[in-house]
């Protein structure tokens, strides 16, 4: 009998254990507590940006294919592809032989024509000389005749006046005179302009072949516009080149530009001189900075959309940036500083009023508000707010126990304790 209480009295215990057991569980698995997340974001001053986004491929604004102006064999190649030029550097050169030769023989023919043009100008010289003298003597001469002339008048009344002295003087003084006009014509016939002037025609043609033989010369040569970067080399020591040969492609890549297509949705706003962000694909980290150069007036219609061709050009401070490469592109199109601002996602909508959730006393209070300019980020809060005050910008309500697995159909943020 007692063997028999003390199985009842053990029994009893294991049922009162799975009793107990059973209610804990059952207990455990009531939701016990809810809690509200809230993530807020307070109302201050700053910048406002509004940009555009567009995406296009990076170019050269200036690139020049440059070729002989005469034919010939490629003598030298003097850079390779990817290399930086100055401007005025030689670049490639062809053979020069025979050009060398013309240059050679029209410098001796220069020096032949001037030597002959100094000689015709000396002999010029001297004969100016004579002519001189001559007209020296002449002028003796003829106050000589007159001297003579004079004294002969004087007794020319006399009937003996063919005997005299000054008679026989005038005769002498007539032929001095004579003698001496004859000897300044010829003198004077010996001076030649025109062989000094066909000698000085003579002299300039040679000058000119000379000028002409050296330009020969230079066109063998190819030479750097301008500053800049070796895009491209045809050629190679021997090879026959043209005219019409690209030798090679020479970029400035100081100065590139990004072409992109605008919506017309977005293309009113956007203006001449407008700076833009800009980001590449193949430089990641780094950022550089566009300008809008041009418009185009006529836009393109593509699958039903409108869009706008716009050229900005971009300022590669460090060289990094080649042609080519993917660009990404914010266009900065309307900018405000110092305003009163908040977040665009803390702003709701409810048909023409603007309204926002703000924090007051550990409340949750609905506040319209009167929004201004709207920005990638933040929006313009004109009136209804002030400075400091802390908005709502999500709030999340969730309900949990002390577990860690989902009750079904109750959505992610409901738990129970297994």
Request: no cysteine; proline share 2%.
């Amino acid at each position: 009998m007692k063997r028999d209480a003390i199985v009842m009295f053990i029994l009893t215990l294991i049922i009162a254990g799975f009793a107990g057991s059973f209610v804990w569980q059952r207990n455990s698995a009531t939701v016990s507590a809810a809690s509200v997340r809230v993530q807020t974001a307070l109302v201050e001053r700053g910048t406002i940006a509004a940009t555009v986004s567009a995406a296009g491929n990076v170019s050269t604004v200036k690139s020049t294919s440059l070729t002989f102006q005469v034919a010939g064999k490629v003598a030298q190649v003097n850079v390779v592809m990817g290399d930086q030029v100055k401007a005025g550097q030689v670049l490639m050169q062809l053979d020069t032989t025979d050009l060398q030769l013309s240059l050679r023989t029209a410098r001796a023919n220069l020096a032949s024509q001037q030597a002959s043009y100094d000689a015709s100008v000396q002999k010029n010289a001297q004969n100016n000389n004579q002519l001189i003298i001559s007209k020296t003597q002449l002028e003796k001469a003829r106050i000589a005749l007159e001297q003579a002339q004079g004294a002969y008048n004087q007794i020319a009344w006399r009937g003996d006046v063919g005997l005299t002295t000054q008679a026989t003087n005038l005769r002498n003084a007539t032929i001095e005179y004579e003698s001496a006009l004859a000897s300044y014509k010829m003198t004077e016939a010996t001076i030649n302009d025109s062989a000094l002037k066909t000698a000085a025609a003579e002299l300039e043609k040679d000058k000119i072949a000379l000028e002409q033989a050296q330009r020969n010369l230079d066109k063998t040569k190819i030479v750097a516009p301008y500053d800049g970067f070796i895009a491209t080399v045809n050629l190679n020591p021997g090879d026959s080149a043209g005219t019409n040969t690209a030798a090679i492609v020479l970029a400035d890549l100081n100065a590139l530009q990004v072409k992109v297509t605008v919506a017309e949705v977005d293309i009113a706003r956007i203006k001449a001189g407008q700076t833009a962000q800009v980001t590449l694909d193949a430089l990641t980290g780094k950022t550089y900075t566009a300008q809008v150069l041009t418009i185009g007036p006529v836009g393109t219609v593509t699958q039903g959309v409108v869009n706008y061709p716009v050229t900005l050009s971009v300022v590669n401070t460090d060289g990094a940036i080649k042609p080519g490469m993917t660009a990404n592109l914010a266009i900065s199109i309307e900018q405000r500083e110092n305003v009163l601002r908040i977040p665009s996602r803390a702003v709701r909508a409810q048909g023409n009023q603007r309204t926002v959730t703000i924090m007051y006393k550990g409340q949750s209070i609905s506040m319209p508000i009167v929004t201004g300019m709207s920005g990638d980020q933040y929006i313009e809060v004109v009136s209804g707010l002030r400075e400091g005050d802390q908005i709502v910008l999500q709030q999340t309500t969730t309900r949990q126990t002390g577990g860690g697995l989902a009750v079904p159909g109750a959505g992610p943020n409901f738990v129970i304790k297994p």
